[in-house]
C-alpha cells in the first residue's frame, strides 16, 4: 500500500479561484434594474478587459473589481433616474461619463473608440447628463477666484466630474503634473458648492511634511501618553461638525508606502481612521478625502482601486487662462489690448519651442515660462500709470515700439533665463538664432552677442548693452574678503531682475554649479534693500535639515499678529534666504521633508502649529532660493519648483574671472603699495590662472588619488587672490609704503 503524505495547506485550503467578473456584473446589473443584464455585462467586462490591455500602463488606472462595483452602481443610479431611455444607451453613458475623467490625453480617442465599436451609433444619441444650473455656479465661482471659464471649457467638465465622483467615492485621488490646475479644481468646485447653497469647507495638509508619528499621533514611550496627531485631530474635529455639508481634508503631497497604507480603512468601506490608541474616528456622510498629487508611482494597486481619479492633463487648462487672468488685473485698458496682442504673437511660439527642443537647466512646465514673463513685465510696468503717461508723451507710435522691446526683453528672461549651457550644446545661443530669426521685430536686437546681453533703454527707444552700465568696482579696505563684490555682465543682469520682482514678492531661485557666483549675488543684492522695509534671514539646508528644523528657523523671527496670523516685527517685509536648496535628504520614496514644508507654506502661506496642532497663517513673507542640480537630489519637487521664477547661472569664461579678481587685487595694491607694485596686479591674476589651469587639467582625481578633489574654479580663484593679499599683509606689514620696486615686492624679506 502506498503512503501518502499531505501537507497542511493540501488538507485544510480551499483552492483559490479567479473571481467571475462577468457572472457579478451581470447580477448586480439585474439587481439595478436592467432587464439585458447578461448581454450588457458582457459588454461591460469587454470594456474594462480591452481598457487593461490596449490603453497606457498608467499606474493611476485600476479596471478591477472595486472599479466595476463602483460603475455599476452609477449606472444603476442613471438607470432610476431615467427609466424611458434603452438600457445600452443608459450604461453607455454611465461608463463614458465615469471613466473619461481619470484617463490621460493620449488614450481618450482609443477609449471612445471601443465604446463606439461595442455600442454601434449609441454616441450619437447619449448626451452627457449635465446639471446647467451649478455649471453656472462654476462659472461664476471661477471668476471670482480671478479665474477664466465657461460652460464648455474643459476646466468646467473637470470641476463636475469631480462633483459627480464624490457622490459615489469618499476617496479621490486628484492626480496631474504640475502646473495643470488641480487646487484651482478643487477650491473652485468648493465655491461653487457654497453659491449653491451647500455649506463647504476645505481642510489642507501636506503628509510628507512631517513625521509619521506627527501625522497620526503616537504613545510617549515612557509615560505611555497618548499625543494626537495633527490627521487625528482633524478627523475629529470634522466628525463632531453637523453644520457643514461637504468637509474635505485634502492631503496635498506626494503618497508613500507608510503613511497612505495607515489610510486603507478610511479609504474602504469601513469608513474608520483606526489609531494606535485604540481610538475610531468615523468618516461621516458629509467628510471626504482627496489626494492631490502629481503621480501614483509608489501607491500599491490596492491603495489605487480603494480611491476615485481625476487625472489633469497639462494641456487641459494650459498657461493661457493665467495670462488672461493677469491681465485682467491690469488697470489700464490699453495696455490689457497691447499685452493680449504681444502674447498671442510671441508666448505660444516661445514656450513650445523650449520646451520641445532646448533644454533648461531644471524640468520646468510652460505655466513657469508665462508666470515668470508676467512678473517681469508687473516689475518693469508697475501699476500701469506712470508709463500709461510715458507712452502718451512718446506719441503712438514710438509709445507702441518701446512697449514691445519691454516685452521682448520680458520673454527673453522669463522663457529663456532658465535655459542652461553644458557638454550638449549652448541653449542660449539656441534661443537666440531662434528669437531672432521667428520674430520680425527680434532685428531690433543688435547683431554683435547674443539677446540676453541687451536692455532697453527707454529714453533712446533702443536696445543698449549691458556693459554700460556695469558700476565699476570700488574698493574698500576694511571689507571682509567674502563681502567683495564685482559687477560683471551677468551679475548686473541677475540684480536687475532681482531689482524688478522681489519688490512685488515673487519667488526667484538661481540654479547653477558650485562656484557660479549665485549666492554672491543673492547677498549683494540683501545687502542693499532698504532696511526700512525688509528684513532678512539666511537658512542654509544640509543633509541634516528636517522639515522641523527648517519650521522653526522661519518661524523663529516672526510675531503674532492677530489669531492664527504670524508675521515679520512692525510693518516690514521678511525675506527667506535659503541656500542649497535641493541638499535635504531624499527618503526612499524620493521626498524630501523639508522641500513638502516649503510647498506648502508656498501654495496656502499657512502650516500647523506642531505642539497645539492649529493652523498657523503667516504673512508679508518671500523666498529667495539657490540651488545646485550637479549635487544634493539633484532637482526638488516640480510642484516648488513650479512656483520660482528660475535662472541659470553659468560659469564665468576666464576673462570675466580675470577682471573680477584684477579688480580686486588693483584695489587692494593701491592702498599703500608704490605705482611699480600696483603694475604687478595683472600679471599676478593672469600667472595664477595659468598655474591654476595646468593644476586642474593634470590633478585629476584616480582610483589612487582619489583625494584629489574637483577644482572649481570661481571659488579657488577667490582663495589663490586672497592668498596673494594675505601674503602681501603679512610680508610688510609694518609699513607698506617702504615697498618700492617690484624685486623687493617679488621677494619676501628673510627678517
Known sequence: MRKVSLTWCQLFCTPFHSTDMDLIAEIMLMSEGYAAGKLLARKFMMLYRLSEALLSPQRHYDWKLRAVKTTLCV???????????PEDRVLLRALRDFNIGKLVAEDVNIFMGMLNDLFPKGLDFCPRNRDHSFEKHIVDAAHALGLQSDKEALFTLKCSQLREILVVRWSVFVVGPSGSGKSEMERTLSKAQNLNGEKSTINYLNPKGVDRSELYGYMHPATREWKDGLISQIFRDLANCTTVKHEWIVLDGDIDAEWIESMNTVMDDNKMLTLASNERIPLTPPMRLLLEVE???????ATVSRGGVIFLNDTDVGWAPYITSWIQKREIESEKQMLTKLFEEYGEKCFHHISRNLKTIVPLPKINYSMSVAYILEGILGNGEAFASKMKQLGKEDGEKLFEMLFMYAVVWGAGGPLASDK?????KEFDKFFRAEFP??????EEGLVFNYVVNQETIEFEHWSVRIAPYVHSPGTVFGNLYVNSLETQQLTAILDLVVPYRRPVCFVGAAGTGKTTIMKDKLRHCDPEQFMFLGINFNSFTSS??????IESVLEKKTGK??????SRKMIYFIDDLNMPTVDKYGTQQPIALLRQAFDYEAWYDRLKLQPRDF????FLSCMNPTAGSFYIDPRLQKSYMNFSVMMPNNEVLKFIYKSILDGFLSVGFSPQVQKMGEIIVDATVDLYLQVAKYFLPTAIKFHCKRFMLRRDYAILVRACARFCLRSYRTDYRHVQTTSTFARRPTS
Open 75 to 85: 449606472a444603476g443610479g442613471l438607470r432610476r433616474l431615467d427609466l424611458n431611455t
Open 295 to 301: 503621480n501614483m508611482r509608489e501607491a500599491s494597486p
Open 424 to 428: 550638449s550644446g549652448d541653449y542660449k
Open 441 to 446: 521685430k527680434g532685428s531690433l536686437f543688435p
Open 548 to 553: 522641523y528644523i527648517a519650521q522653526m528657523a
Open 565 to 570: 496670523t504670524f508675521g515679520p516685527p512692525g
Open 619 to 622: 504673512q508679508k513673507c518671500q
